[in-house]
């Protein structure tokens, strides 16, 4: 039947309504829907961390050394799956496309730690609540402990002496600036605002995991991403585009959560569901990224992983190169370095890492000693001589003292004999040859 006929014979609007019905009754694919949205604004602001290109030059680091190796291309397809799973979800395959999404999203952060953005690795983890639920009232409830875990360990992360001293002050004092106000330089409003901001956060986790409190966190979560875009928007310290997306998905969810609350929790108390294998396998991939968080701090548990964002105290490691050495580097990096002012007569230069990450990737860098390990072992990689660079690896800073430990490595190779020490997963670089970029 020709469009034309179908659009005269009123089955059109017919059709339209029968799909929004549908859509609208299958809660999964609303919130498939929605985390599809904001995953391809996402992956689309931070391009170049999930296509690798040849004017990319920043290191890709895996989980594990046994996948150096691979090819590009594995990355592409993995990242073009990631999509299509969630658009499949989206159109009703819940299962099926968050099964999907979630192996190629596992593929994606084995074969770069890079790509464990906060943002992503909460997408993954729904993904597999998805694709293993068995019914509506273990999904919900899952989800809402996970949502509500997001704003608890990050709250708790910001409960340290280099937060309420360092950037929450610098974020209260960004929002004063966006709304035009300068704050005198003895106030002491910002450092009021600041130790209270943790505790508001973590407020809001607490109300969002007691149903009865629900919408009270809803609309508490809702102002505070709004504070947040306020204060690290384009109108306060202009961070980037990807923060600024992240903090709209939540408003996002947590709008939805307003209306419709009963979707955050289980349906009639008097429906028993019993658990189904599936369910049982569900627990045991859910319940460490709920519980591991509370080692963060000793590095048991990544920082990202662990919802520590905003957050000072990360573990983190320096890299410098005699100025003499500079030609050797990445002209993406050579770049950045002209741009910065140098000590004159110092013999080296410390790499600005994080800025590197994102002018490259689009992203902010990992901030994992680890990972930047992985980083200072792809620069030496590059220079030429075994002592070309110089890396001082520092643990996260003490909650109550801000002090750190530092291990200076003063060779490339006692860089690689301290990584194969001092961690369990992958320091090494991929070796890569991707192609050069569709557009220039």
Same mark, same amino acid.
Request: positive net charge; aromatic residues 12%; glycine residues 8%.
């Given at each position: 039947?020709?469009?034309?006929?179908?659009?005269?014979?009123?089955?059109?609007?017919?059709?339209?309504?029968?799909?929004?019905?549908?859509?609208?009754?299958?809660?999964?694919?609303?919130?498939?829907?929605?985390?599809?949205?904001?995953?391809?604004?996402?992956?689309?602001?931070?391009?170049?961390? %999930?296509?690798?290109?040849? &004017?990319?030059?920043?290191?890709?680091?895996?989980?594990?050394?046994?996948?150096?190796?691979?090819?590009?291309?594995?990355?592409?397809?993995?990242?073009?799956?990631?999509?299509?799973?969630?658009?499949?979800?989206?159109?009703?395959?819940?299962?099926?496309?968050?099964?999907?999404?979630?192996?190629?999203?596992?593929? +994606?952060?084995?074969?770069?730690?890079?790509?464990?953005?906060?943002?992503?690795?909460?997408?993954?983890?729904?993904?597999?609540?998805?694709?293993?639920?068995?019914?509506?009232?273990?999904?919900?409830?899952?989800?809402?402990?996970?949502?509500?875990?997001?704003?608890?360990?990050?709250?708790?992360?910001?409960?340290?002496?280099?937060?309420?001293?360092?950037?929450?002050?610098?974020?209260?004092?960004?929002?004063?600036?966006?709304?035009?106000?300068?704050?005198?330089?003895?106030?002491?409003?910002?450092?009021?605002?600041?130790?209270?901001?943790?505790?508001?956060? +973590?407020?809001?986790?607490?109300?969002?995991?007691?149903?009865?409190?629900?919408?009270?966190?809803?609309?508490?979560?809702?102002?505070?991403?709004?504070?947040?875009?306020?204060?690290?928007?384009?109108?306060?310290?202009?961070?980037?585009?990807?923060?600024?997306?992240?903090?709209?998905?939540?408003?996002?969810?947590?709008?939805?959560? +307003? %209306?419709?609350?009963?979707?955050?929790?289980?349906?009639?108390?008097?429906?028993?569901?019993?658990?189904?294998?599936?369910?049982?396998?569900?627990?045991?991939?859910?319940?460490?990224?709920?519980?591991?968080?509370?080692? &963060?701090?000793?590095?048991? %548990?990544?920082? %990202?992983?662990?919802?520590?964002?905003?957050?000072?105290?990360?573990?983190?490691?320096?890299?410098?190169?005699?100025?003499?050495?500079?030609?050797?580097?990445?002209?993406?990096?050579? =770049?950045?370095?002209?741009?910065?002012?140098?000590?004159?007569?110092?013999?080296?230069?410390?790499?600005?890492?994080?800025?590197?990450?994102?002018?490259?990737?689009?992203?902010?860098?990992?901030?994992?000693?680890?990972?930047?390990?992985?980083?200072? =072992?792809?620069?030496?990689?590059?220079?030429?001589?075994?002592?070309?660079?110089?890396?001082?690896?520092?643990?996260?800073?003490?909650?109550?003292?801000?002090?750190?430990?530092?291990?200076?490595?003063?060779?490339?190779?006692?860089?690689?004999?301290?990584?194969?020490?001092?961690?369990?997963?992958?320091?090494?670089?991929?070796?890569?040859?991707?192609?050069?970029?569709?557009?220039?």
């Amino acid at each position: 039947m020709k469009l034309t006929e179908l659009m005269s014979e009123s089955r059109l609007p017919a059709v339209v309504a029968a799909f929004g019905d549908s859509f609208w009754a299958d809660r999964r694919r609303v919130y498939a829907a929605w985390i599809g949205v904001s995953l391809v604004a996402l992956m689309a602001v931070t391009w170049p961390l %999930w296509f690798p290109t040849a &004017e990319v030059t920043f290191p890709m680091i895996p989980l594990v050394p046994m996948v150096a190796e691979w090819p590009w291309w594995i990355d592409w397809i993995a990242s073009l799956a990631v999509l299509a799973g969630w658009i499949v979800a989206a159109f009703g395959k819940v299962r099926l496309g968050c099964g999907l999404a979630s192996l190629a999203s596992m593929t +994606l952060v084995i074969l770069n730690q890079h790509r464990l953005q906060p943002w992503f690795y909460e997408f993954l983890l729904v993904s597999i609540l998805f694709s293993l639920a068995s019914a509506d009232t273990v999904w919900k409830r899952w989800m809402r402990y996970l949502v509500a875990s997001i704003y608890i360990y990050s709250a708790v992360s910001k409960l340290d002496v280099s937060f309420l001293e360092t950037l929450g002050p610098s974020l209260v004092i960004g929002g004063g600036e966006a709304l035009g106000i300068a704050p005198d330089p003895d106030a002491s409003w910002p450092a009021v605002i600041a130790h209270s901001a943790p505790l508001y956060e +973590l407020a809001v986790g607490m109300c969002l995991a007691w149903p009865p409190l629900l919408r009270v966190g809803a609309v508490m979560g809702i102002l505070l991403h709004l504070g947040i875009l306020l204060a690290v928007g384009p109108w306060g310290l202009q961070h980037s585009t990807g923060v600024l997306l992240w903090n709209g998905h939540f408003i996002g969810l947590l709008g939805w959560w +307003l %209306w419709k609350p009963q979707d955050a929790y289980a349906e009639p108390q008097q429906q028993v569901v019993h658990w189904r294998a599936c369910d049982w396998v569900l627990a045991g991939v859910l319940l460490p990224p709920l519980v591991l968080p509370v080692t &963060e701090h000793g590095e048991w %548990w990544d920082h %990202w992983p662990s919802w520590a964002v905003y957050a000072p105290h990360c573990s983190k490691a320096q890299v410098y190169v005699p100025q003499a050495r500079v030609q050797q580097l990445p002209e993406g990096l050579q =770049r950045l370095l002209a741009r910065q002012p140098w000590e004159e007569g110092a013999f080296e230069v410390e790499l600005p890492l994080a800025a590197w990450s994102l002018a490259e990737t689009h992203a902010p860098l990992y901030p994992q000693a680890r990972f930047q390990v992985g980083v200072a =072992r792809a620069v030496a990689e590059r220079i030429a001589a075994d002592f070309g660079m110089r890396c001082v690896v520092w643990s996260p800073a003490g909650r109550l003292s801000g002090k750190r430990k530092g291990t200076a490595i003063a060779s490339r190779r006692e860089l690689v004999r301290f990584a194969a020490r001092r961690y369990w997963l992958g320091t090494r670089p991929r070796q890569l040859t991707p192609p050069a970029a569709i557009t220039k």
